[in-house]
Structures are given as structure tokens and as C-alpha cells.
């Protein structure tokens, strides 16, 4: 059975064959003018040319903004964030692809977490999915699954637009009708969407399954991020920590407790590799001004 996507595909590739002869023929009323009327009804009838992909209007993300927000920067400024999400990603890259990817399932698939809310996973998310896309030979997809509170958007400084519910549910036909592209060349993102009382079951679904293996399976070079909601106390968390190889959980330092780092390890699937990021972390750069600081350590197994 043909994937969603490869459908979106197959209609493009249709819709460009279309075009391509409607071409033809406006090339050949120029030739005979009086079939010009007949040609006209028959082009105004035909479908438009462009697939679902190229209608999307891009997400055009303020990397000022994001910079001065204490993000990662794009823009080619050297600053501390940058290098110590550079050792982060480089981890997660060599997870993904390297020798460990062969004991993991969807080893390129990554679910950002945290045991408790306001912990910086989101921030955590969407600067990992930033300094990925900044790879010579990596795209990524980041995909908002907190769709209880979904914050990628706000984060980013973008509008609300359907997502991840919307295809879920059956709103949207195809998963290319909500995979958004960006100003940030090799970035992506699937918004959250709208809540619904049946988040758990939509996300439990074979539908979702299907979409993260393909999401997994059909582009080698592709990383998929996926933000989502706390472990404690959230069933949606641990149904999507079923898809995902890696886990990068959150902690804030000085606030998470270690009783809660323990519970939230324990919701997570045993088989993935799972990292920590400690934020928060004050400390002084050499000009003096505060940043935040990351660390990534892959679980040692007892």
C-alpha cells in the first residue's frame, strides 16, 4: 500500500504532467488563435499544477529574535550556546547513525522530554533541531507532540496553523499537508494542531505508527525531533516514547529532583538511548554574561 507521502508525491508528479502539456497547448494558440476559447475552457477546468508541498506558505522564523532570546544563532555568530549544542547533536548524530543505530529502533527519531513542565525542554528541542539543521549532509523535522500544550510554535515565534491533530483525525488528507517548511534551509516542522479529547488513542494509533516508521524509514539522511509532553503524569508521553530510539530528557538544575529524573527514566522505553540535558545551568562566559549550560550523557546500563 502506497504511503501518504508518496501519494502527495504521485499527485504532483500528475499535476506537473498536466501543467506541462496545458503549456503545450497555450504555446500552440499562439499558432491557431480561433481554438483559443475552447483551449481557455480547458485549462481554467484543468487542476492546479502545484502539489500539496509547494501550497504550504513557509514558517519565516525571526533568527534575531531567536538569538537575542538566548537561542542558538544561525547567523554565523560564534557564542557558547552554539559549541555546547554542537557536542549535544554530535552524540545524538552518532546514535543515530552510527554503530549503536543497529540496536535501535528508528535510531533517527528523538523525543525531547522532561519528568515536570517549565523545565526547558521545548527550548531544548527547537535549538537541537536548529544546529542539526546547520549539517552539510542532515535535514530535520521538528514536530511539536505536546499537543496538550503545544509551545514549538510560540517558541519560535510563529503562527498557529493546523498539524499534527488535524491529520490524525482525518481534517487533512495527507501528512505533507501539514509538514511545513521554513526559512531555515533543511528544517521543517509539523505544528501540534488542535487538542482533542482522544489525544492518547489518536497518538496510540496505527495511523501515528505508520507515520513515524515512515518518518524513520523512507529518508536515510533525515532526523526527526519530536517535542513532547512531560513524562509524570502524562499517558501521551509514554505512548510516543514506543517510537522513538533516542530520548533526551530535560532537567533543570537545582529544581529537578531525582526522585522525579528516576520516575520519568522508568516511563521511557528500556531499549532507547537516553540522554540527559541539564539547563539552566548559570554560569559566566568570558564577557561575563550569564548562558546556559547543557551536558549529554548517555545512561550507563547496571
Known amino acids: 500500500m502506497s504511503s501518504t507521502i508518496e501519494k502527495a508525491l504521485q499527485r504532483q508528479r500528475e499535476a506537473q504532467q498536466k501543467q506541462k502539456a496545458l503549456d503545450n497547448e497555450t504555446q500552440s494558440d499562439t499558432v491557431a488563435p480561433k481554438n483559443a476559447s475552447a483551449k481557455a475552457a480547458r485549462k481554467s477546468a484543468a487542476p492546479s499544477a502545484r502539489g500539496p508541498n509547494s501550497e504550504l506558505t513557509p514558517f519565516n522564523i525571526n533568527i534575531e529574535r531567536l ?19 554542537r557536542e549535544i547533536k554530535r552524540k545524538l548524530l552518532n546514535n543515530a547513525f552510527g554503530q549503536l543505530s543497529s540496536t535501535l529502533n528508528n535510531s533517527n527519531i528523538i523525543m525531547v522530554t522532561s519528568g515536570r513542565p517549565s523545565e526547558g525542554k521545548t527550548f531544548t528541542a527547537c535549538n537541537l533541531a536548529l544546529s542539526i539543521a546547520a549539517e552539510q549532509d542532515k535535514t530535520v523535522l521538528l514536530v511539536d507532540a505536546d ?66 516508521n515512515e518518518f524513520a524509514n523512507r529518508y536515510p ?82
Request: no cysteine; net charge negative; aromatic share 8%.
Open 67 to 85: 538569538e537575542s532570546n538566548g537561542h542558538i544563532s544561525i547567523s554565523g555568530l560564534r557564542r557558547q550556546i552554539n559549541e555546547e549544542y
Open 147 to 212: 499537543v496538550l500544550k503545544p509551545n514549538v510554535l510560540n517558541t519560535l515565534g510563529l503562527e498557529r496553523r493546523k498539524g499534527l491533530m488535524e491529520y490524525l483525525t482525518g481534517e487533512v488528507e495527507d501528512i505533507s499537508d501539514v509538514l511545513y517548511p521554513t526559512n531555515v534551509d533543511k528544517l521543517k516542522i509539523i505544528p501540534a494542531g488542535r487538542s482533542h479529547h482522544l489525544t492518547t488513542e489518536y497518538l496510540a494509533s496505527e495511523k501515528m505508527a505508520d507515520t513515524v
Open 221 to 302: 539522511d533525515r532526523i526527526v525531533i519530536f517535542d513532547t509532553p512531560p513524562l509524570i503524569g502524562i499517558t501521551e508521553t509514554a505512548v510516543l516514547a514506543n517510537f522513538a530510539g533516542q530520548a533526551v530528557v530535560v532537567v533543570e538544575e537545582g529544581k529537578s529532583k531525582i526522585n522525579d529524573i528516576r520516575h520519568a527514566v522508568e516511563r521511557l522505553n528500556p531499549n532507547m538511548a537516553i540522554g540527559f540535558v541539564v539547563n539552566k545551568s548559570v554560569n559566566s562566559d568570558p564577557e561575563g554574561t550569564g548562558y546556559y549550560g547543557y551536558y549529554y550523557s548517555e545512561r550507563q546500563e547496571s
